[in-house]
């Protein structure tokens, strides 16, 4: 069979990481007998750089004309890129946002699993992290606060700044049933997370949750406030199953729970609409710093490729062989520089906090770690499928 990927390169990091993941696509293709054919679509800061706006009506029709559409990055650094001096509806953020809602990708599933051969590469504590978790954060995405009007405005000599922030009762129960749907396909444990002691809309959030959730007797469900889960996070992660809610706490709790898998680069991510199309994109940033030095992770990449496969084209035997291929590459101790013990920030703070030095990190890893780079990374989780 054919399918007609989109795929979108972006900025930074992105179209290194996007490579790696054709590379596995086309190996893939290969073993079970499909094909990929690819159509570049720009969009983020490589689009402004060609169009002057980061994301053309003809860029929205090539990703909708699409099977589904494959992404890598987009964005440049904040405060030096030129990118950022244009007006905020000119960014290349805005981009992303916009193809979402033209889309209607309303629901955005970011898994964060905890690999047993990174277990010393997480920040946590060894009695925290115990057999380790794996969850599943169910994001609203094409609502709430990031879509709402906003303006500038003095008002009586002072500057003023206004973010609207609402849900309706159908945006709030699509998303709802989503996240019961994919609680049935797993450990069915729904934590719908809101701030309903302070805010209206998650007042309505939770009142429609327990509407949905009485046609999912099977699946236990909770409410949480979202201080509390940013805490419980870090404090358990192992309760939770799928975390379901609203868009802004969605962009903030799904960064906090890659960061304790121990790498964002590690984590992929789906987002859809009511048909099997969808965006599939790594969960982590354009990363300019590392782009074009070939050090990048593009296992976060590879695995959203997987998950096209699964959800957009119910290629379930193929995602699996991409995902057993990831693991056995980590398994036999192939790592780029974001996930090795040396030169790693986050390994560095953790190895010291647990008194740990290399050698002894090395041997937690199953004593023989070889660093690569990202088209290595590539190439070896491609063999394996
Ligand atoms: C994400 C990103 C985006 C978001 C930005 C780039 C607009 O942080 O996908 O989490 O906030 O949704
Ligand atoms: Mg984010």
Redesign the pocket.
Known sequence: MTYHVGVISGDGIGPEIVAEAKKVLDRVGKKYGHEFLYTEILMGGCSIDATGVPLTDEAIAAAQASDAVLMGSI?GNTSTSPWYKLSPELRP?AG??KLRKSLNLFANLRPAYLYEELKAACPLRDDIIGSGFDMMIMRELTGGL?FGARETKDVDGVMTAVDTLSYNENEIRRIAKRGFDIAMKRRKKVTSVDKANVLDSSRLWRKIVEEVAADYPEVTYEHMLVDNCAMQLVKDPKQFDVILTENMFG?IL?DEASMVTGSIGMLASASLNDTKFGLYEPSGGSAPDIAGKGIANPIATILSAAMMLRYSFDLDKEADAIENAVKLVLKEGFRTIDIMPQDSREHNEHTQAAGMCTEEFKNAVGNKIVQVGTKEMGSLIADRV
């Open positions: 964005g953020e992303l946002l990031y962009d799904s």
